[in-house]
Nanobody, 119 residues
Framework: QVQLVESGGGLVQPGGSLRLSCAAS????????MGWYRQAPGKQRELVAT???????KYADSVKGRFTISRDNANNTVYLQMNSLKPEDTAVYSC?????????????WGQGTQVTVSS
């Protein structure tokens, strides 16, 4: 099994920045894609950004130019640097990883971390 633990959420004013981290632990043979999703109250969960093991990245249009996803493959960690935050970025952000812990690749989720953008 693989466990994902997020950190770095909190309350920030509009225009501010936050950096989220997600560390994977447990029995890990390999991790393929890692990414961040978010869910705002009353809305469906949506993709924020993903990063492949080789470094390819993908972003939601709403965060392009403001958010940056990066990975530390040696430490099984993915980061999300969020700049120029807007109130509409308020949501629970969850880490996601496609990982193989011994049998076949599975999708794992973290518990989520709250990000609130408000003055």
């Amino acid at each position: 099994q693989v466990q994902l633990v997020e950190s770095g959420g909190g309350l920030v004013q509009p225009g501010g920045s936050l950096r989220l981290s997600c560390a994977a632990s447990g029995t890990i043979f390999s991790i393929y894609d890692m990414g961040w999703y978010r869910q705002a109250p009353g809305k469906q969960r949506e993709l924020v950004a993903t990063a492949s093991r080789g470094g390819s990245t993908k972003y939601a249009d709403s965060v392009k130019g403001r958010f940056t996803i990066s990975r530390d493959n040696a430490n099984n960690t993915v980061y999300l640097q969020m700049n120029s935050l807007k109130p509409e970025d308020t949501a629970v952000y969850s880490c996601n990883a496609v990982a193989n812990s011994g049998d076949y690749p599975r999708i794992y989720w973290g518990q989520g971390t709250q990000v609130t953008v408000s003055s």
